[in-house]
């Protein structure tokens, strides 16, 4: 089978991710027996990790401003 990809969009390894995602999908949808091999290697499951935001009063999504005591 050859594979032919067009990717936007987050970085190297994101796109490889999603490259991953959507050809064991695809390999699912036309061979239903795959799935067990599949899901059982990690490849049907979404890497659901984002960015959290940043949140006022500090400096980014967790650091927080300088603190000074006097």
Request: hydrophobic share 35%.
């Amino acid at each position: 089978m050859n594979v032919w990809v067009r990717v936007n969009g987050g970085g190297p390894t994101g796109q490889a991710g999603a490259i991953v995602l959507g050809i064991a999908r695809a390999l699912q949808a036309k061979n239903p027996n795959l799935h067990e091999a599949l899901s059982d290697g990690g490849y049907l499951t979404r890497d659901g990790r984002m960015v959290e935001r940043k949140k006022y009063g500090y400096k980014k999504a967790r650091k927080s401003f300088q603190f000074s005591k006097r």
